[in-house]
């Protein structure tokens, strides 16, 4: 093994695509080594995608555009092998399991790439065995997608690639679907694969904390189209280039920057297991001393009321069981768990999509049992995933009307209403724009809007980071902060984002096969190691860091720094 | 929520055919419900069709939505053939027997009657057919022995995943229409019909612009791993056919050249009782 010959080399790589004016990449030099875990992080639009894109040939391939400058990805130029030629070289695992997920069955899928490469039916019942042998996928092989877990989905994905041999492997934000707990699997799955395997990896992803979990060589920074930081994670943890770059550092290491800690690099800062932390101790302690509790008032009217709600399909499967739980005026609450724990099925109950097989619903204290979808609409907005599945108008201010149109509202009280709203939501500049020039986040707040305008009392959002980088999260969290100030709502949200339940709720719902396992507010959940365990939650890494300073009460600790960093957020980035 | 016709495995006759007999069946099947109008060849295929219905092990649960929307358009069907042609069967046979009078120029005949029930036969042919295939097949195996038979790969997989995708459509286009529902659009037997035709464009816009959303992630991912690369591809699922599939092929072919020749031996496509 040559390890003194990049595997990846680009020289001076410049690529603007043809749709755009200024170039994407701009001047990219970088050198990957065999067997180098590289970690490659930036906002949404520095350019990250579009340099992974580079390594599989869908650029130049699939995406046109000029390119200059000379790209060597094992020797060899991927703009002349193409993506087929490539998809030998460099297995791409996407960040949309769902979307990798082709075939009918796990079998199938693993299979794929080799169909495609004709590989003779014996050979290819070996290959496949070998590779579910790997990945603990032999009993799920005949399994459909939907029988899957998210972790299971994405050991299918990584198969699917590994199955041709590959020497590079390119996740795509592997995490960004993920509850922690399995988040955390997969990237020790990564680093097992890459050990025994001996492969190079190259990882996506702005869950910087979540990726650090195990070693990586280096981080890669990418800010509008230039590489501007290539440095050991121990190096970049300790300078202030993320923050600075959008990009959310370990909470670990804010919480100690926050407290006065001058962090350097001999620490190793790059997991909070392994930290030497003598030299910072004194400080967080000192810091944790002349800290307050807040008191903070939190409104005694209940809104929403479940009461022993239980929920079957069938007789065999319980999907919601028993559950209890009271939801105050103007809170924010966090519903979370792992992926088929309920969660989903929850709020569709509560929206009346499905009938509880016992146990009661109230709102304001009135049974809203005997009340349809619509009728519940009046009182609890539902906002779906992606604004996609929910925009039916063209035009902003049509769909943003729509719900009041059809409730008969008079045209003079809809246009007031429909301003008013869009006022509140930041969209009323663009209140004659069509949908589809709106980006991601403005479509998003307008799926919100055209909720927000038939004034529910409670709002349902389904995951609404999901896939957000930190930039876009917390432009739509601030937005939920904003309008919580303004109109007098109650926000229910569904959630895997532990940062999220930390900065933003009141209370956390911890949600397992069916039970409801806590209901505490977040820094008692995510320090409690039974319940992160049941629920696949991570438990945060403040905990862990009150831990090695010696603090009697971490979860004190963790509730002061949240309560503090509330406080101090100003506008957005922390 | 059950499924509605789409694949689901399990262990009958039917089921362990290949895909390419089971398609071959169908599509013979198929022409010659079209081309026959003999009540005899008609009956047989009703009794065949509910015989393998049966041994197929199809559970009502996961056709009956798609049955009773074609009950519906069969008797609209049916009605409108009377009121546009109510002398059509008489046409047809060359006689006139009269049952009664109706209202102005309509006249039950039994000509009608008997070319109507032709029709509605011919449904019950051809609907069960349809669901038995779509249960039963697997898609992949289905696109393999496609593939096996010279269709172009890129066809056969098309079928494939567009046979993969119906359940994710399906339950793509609940969660729509219940969060549209929410927000207060009628969606339900509540609504008026016409706003509910109105409406479904609330869930059909969303429906189509997530699925393009999907359809680019998963082209990408299908180039990404190889899929056309070469002329040829091999598949994992292919079944090689087994005696039993010969054994049904024959039968088909057997049974479709003995209906033409039943059918069409006196020059004219109908089985006339009243002569």
């Not at chain 1, 390119?170 to 799955?189: C, M, Q, S, V």
């Not at chain 1, 209140?431 to 479509?443: C, D, E, H, I």
């Not at chain 1, 919100?448 to 896939?467: C, F, H, K, Y």
């Amino acid at each position: 093994m040559g390890s003194n010959e990049p595997i990846i080399e680009f020289s001076d790589v410049t690529f603007k695509y043809r749709a755009q004016q200024e170039p994407t990449l701009k001047n990219i030099n970088l050198k990957i080594y065999p067997g180098e875990k590289i970690l490659i992080a930036g906002q949404s639009g520095s350019g990250k995608s579009t340099l992974a894109h580079c390594l599989n040939a869908l650029i130049p391939c699939s995406f046109t555009g000029d390119m200059s400058g000379t790209l060597r990805v094992c020797g060899e130029e991927p703009s002349k092998l193409g993506v087929f030629g490539m998809s030998r070289k460099v297995g791409t695992v996407l960040q949309d399991t769902n979307g990798q997920f082709i075939a009918l069955t796990v079998a199938e899928d693993i299979a794929f790439a080799l169909e495609n490469d004709m590989v003779p039916k014996d050979e290819m019942y070996h290959k496949v065995e070998d590779v579910a042998k790997k990945l603990e996928l032999v009993d799920f092989l005949e399994n459909a997608p939907g029988e899957l877990s998210g972790g299971q989905k994405q050991r299918v994905s990584l198969g699917g690639v590994m199955a041709c041999d590959v020497k590079v492997l390119l996740f795509d934000e592997p995490l960004a679907n993920l509850d922690p707990a399995t988040g955390k699997r997969t990237i020790a799955l990564i680093d097992e694969i890459m050990k025994n395997e001996d492969m190079t990896v190259v990882i996506i992803e702005h869950r910087l904390e979540d990726v650090l979990y195990r070693d990586v060589d280096r981080v890669i920074l990418m800010e509008s189209g230039r590489i501007i930081a290539d440095m050991h994670p121990d190096e970049l943890l300790c300078s202030d280039l993320l923050t600075r770059n959008g990009i959310r550092e370990p909470l670990y290491i804010t919480a100690l920057k926050h407290a006065g800690a001058d962090i350097t690099p001999d620490s190793h800062p790059q997991h909070i297991e392994t930290m030497d932390i003598e030299s910072y101790k004194d400080t967080v302690i000192r810091w944790f001393k002349d800290t307050r509790e807040k008191e903070t008032a939190l409104s005694t009217e209940t809104l929403l009321s479940v009461k022993n709600l239980k929920f079957s399909y069938d007789e065999k499967r319980t999907i919601i069981d028993d559950v209890s739980f009271d939801i105050k005026k103007g809170e924010m609450v966090a519903l979370v768990g792992k992926n088929g724990a309920g969660k989903s099925t929850l709020a569709s109950l509560i929206c009346g999509f499905y009938k509880p097989t016992s146990g009661t619903i109230m709102l304001d204290g009135k049974d809203i049992g005997p009340l349809s979808i619509k009728e519940r609409g009046d009182k609890i907005g539902f906002v779906m995933q992606s604004p996609n599945q929910m925009i039916s108008k063209p035009m902003i201010y049509d769909e943003v009307a729509l719900g009041l149109q059809v409730r008969g509202v008079p045209e003079e009280e809809i246009k007031q209403r429909v301003y008013e709203i869009l006022k509140i939501c930041g969209l009323y500049p663009f209140r004659n724009w069509p949908v589809s020039a709106l980006s991601f986040g403005q479509k998003k707040r307008v799926s919100i809007a055209s909720i927000l305008v038939l004034n529910p009392e409670l709002i349902i959002l389904d995951e609404p980071t999901a896939g957000q980088d930190y930039q876009h999260y917390t432009e739509i969290m601030e937005f939920l902060l904003e309008i919580r100030k303004k109109l007098p709502i109650t926000i229910l949200m569904i959630t895997h984002d532990m940062h999220l339940m930390l900065e933003y709720t009141d209370r956390t719902l911890v949600l397992t096969d069916g039970k409801l396992l806590m209901d505490a507010g977040p820094w008692d959940v995510l320090t409690r190691d039974e319940v992160c365990e049941k629920a696949y939650l991570k438990r945060t890494s403040l905990y862990d860091l009150a831990v090695k300073c010696g603090i009697e009460n971490p979860d004190k600790f963790v509730a002061r720094f949240i309560e503090d960093e509330r406080s101090t957020r100003k506008g957005g980035v922390l | 929520m059950s499924k509605m016709i789409s694949y689901e495995k399990k262990n009958t006759p039917i089921h362990k055919l290949s895909g390419f007999t089971k398609l071959v069946f169908f599509l013979l099947w198929c022409f010659c419900s079209a081309l026959t109008f003999d009540t005899r060849i008609l009956l047989v295929m009703v009794v065949l069709g509910a015989i393998i219905y049966i041994v197929s092990g199809i559970k009502w649960k996961q056709v009956s939505g798609v049955f009773l929307a074609v009950m519906f358009f069969m008797v609209i069907n049916l009605t409108c053939i009377f009121f546009f042609a109510p002398y059509q069967g008489c046409q047809i046979y060359g006689t006139r027997n009269e049952i009664c009078h109706l209202f102005g120029g309509y006249t039950l005949t039994r000509e009608q009657l008997f070319y109507e029930f032709n029709v509605f036969i011919k449904y019950f042919t051809v609907i069960p057919s349809v669901f038995i295939f779509l249960v039963t097949t697997d898609p992949s195996e289905l696109a393999a022995s496609m593939n096996g038979v010279r269709i172009p790969y890129t066809v056969s997989y098309a079928v494939e995943i567009a046979l993969r995708y119906i359940p994710d459509i399906q339950d793509e286009f609940h969660r729509i229409r219940n969060a549209q529902e929410a927000r207060g659009i009628e969606m339900s037997s509540k609504g008026k019909l016409m706003d509910r035709i109105k409406n479904t464009s609330a869930i059909i816009f969303p429906l189509l612009f997530s699925t393009m959303e999907r359809i680019d992630v998963v082209s990408n991912a299908m180039e990404l791993r190889g899929f056309g690369k070469h002329g040829r591809r091999t598949w994992y699922r292919k079944k090689d056919l087994t005696a039993g599939d010969i054994a049904v092929l024959a039968f088909i072919i057997i049974f479709f050249v003995a209906s033409m020749i039943i059918t069409f031996h006196d020059g004219n496509r109908f089985y006339n009782p009243f002569i």
